[in-house]
């Protein structure tokens, strides 16, 4: 089994690169890619950078050169329910790109051109485990739909506008990104996302410690779930 892990900070993946054995790196389109295991799991770890475009490159160069058989972005976000708190996790049912508009076309708003959906399907197997693995060490975790757009939400008008146009759960900068790359190649995905702020700018002096703490328990999910699939 072979994993491919996406994080689009290096606070995301460091622990995971860490708890890797055998590790050698390359480099492909300024992104370096870590190879190697985590028990008897083959692992592949980028990180990718901050936004949409180095998400979704990132994923095809890993699906191209790697050909995972899953693929997990994982990482912090903001909460966008009374569901959620900080250090609690979200898990992809399905996600949407909140910026996607083509509306004045007469388009739903969100739609995706040339797969023609709103919400991008991950894969329900995948999340399942991931809830599992969570429970057991100790993680709150709610699915649902998972918003990526190219902002850093922290206004509560716009936090409103992503709930109640799409249901969002929480939001961050990759996830649907990716999603969009695993769908068109038909590689199962899950995005999660471990809650650092309440996207409403209430909290941004915390943000950098909370994104550390939260960030820790998203790896420590994705090095278990490796441990689960080898």
């Known amino acids: ?40 799991c083959d692992v592949i770890c980028a990180v990718c950078g901050i936004g949409k475009v180095f998400a979704a490159m990132c994923a095809q160069t890993m699906i191209v050169k790697y050909a995972p058989d899953y693929v997990v972005n994982t990482g912090v976000g903001g909460t966008l329910t009374r569901e959620l708190s900080i250090g609690d996790m979200a898990v992809s049912l399905d996600c949407v790109q909140h910026d996607m508009d083509t509306s004045a076309l007469g388009d739903p708003v969100g739609l995706i051109s040339g797969i023609n959906i709103v919400k991008i399907p991950a894969s329900a197997e995948l999340a399942e485990k991931i809830c599992e693995i969570a429970a057991g060490l100790g993680i709150r975790t709610y699915r649902g739909t998972i918003a990526s757009g190219d902002r850093f939400v922290a206004d509560s008008a716009v936090k409103k506008y992503i709930t109640e146009t799409f249901g969002g759960i929480a939001c961050e900068m990759e996830g649907a990104a990716v999603g969009q790359v695993c769908y068109v190649n038909r590689t199962p995905f899950a995005v999660i996302r471990a809650i650092s702020d309440d996207a409403d700018g209430g909290a941004c002096e915390d943000y950098p410690s909370f994104a550390k703490a ?17």
């Open 1 to 40: 089994m072979k994993l491919g892990i996406i994080a689009a900070m290096t606070i995301e993946a460091e622990a995971i690169i860490a708890a890797m054995t055998d590790t050698k790196t390359e480099e492909w389109g300024s992104i370096t890619y870590t190879l190697g295991k985590i028990g008897g």
């Open 214 to 230: 939260s960030a820790q328990k998203s790896a420590k999910t994705v090095i278990a779930l490796a441990g689960k699939l080898a």
